[in-house]
């Protein structure tokens, strides 16, 4: 499997956890400040959290970073059933033999 379907299958279960609220699996991925209660705000103005379909991860956007260490990714979540604006923002860093050390939440955000 290479490194963007590892990627891929752990934002999977990140949105999954979000859709049935698993605040505690959530916890253990942020990063950079974001607490529990800045999602939930964020989470208070939209409707439902609904699981996207499969052909929805075809959309997930890759960043490379320049030095090679990871990957920053941002993917529309989806609500009532239908892709949003509402935008989560993960970060994924990886090894040199492209195994993946840390796979991170960094903002949760309408774009």
């Known amino acids: 499997m290479d ?4 990627i891929k299958s752990l934002l999977r279960e990140t949105v999954i956890d979000f859709v049935q609220g698993d605040f505690n699996k959530i916890k253990a991925k942020l990063h950079n400040g974001l607490s529990i209660s800045d999602l939930k705000e964020e989470l208070s103005y ?16 890759f960043y490379k ?29 990886i090894d040199e033999n492209n195994n993946i050390r840390a796979f991170t939440v ?3 955000h309408v774009l």
């Open 106 to 108: 960094e903002n949760l």
């Open 46 to 61: 939209c409707g439902l959290l609904t699981i996207p379909p499969d052909t929805a991860y075809e959309n997930i956007h």
């Open 3 to 6: 490194i963007k379907n590892k």
């Open 65 to 93: 970073y320049d030095d090679g260490s990871g990957y920053a990714l941002e993917f529309e979540l989806w609500i009532n059933n239908q892709r949003s604006d509402l935008t989560l923002s993960c970060e994924a860093i």
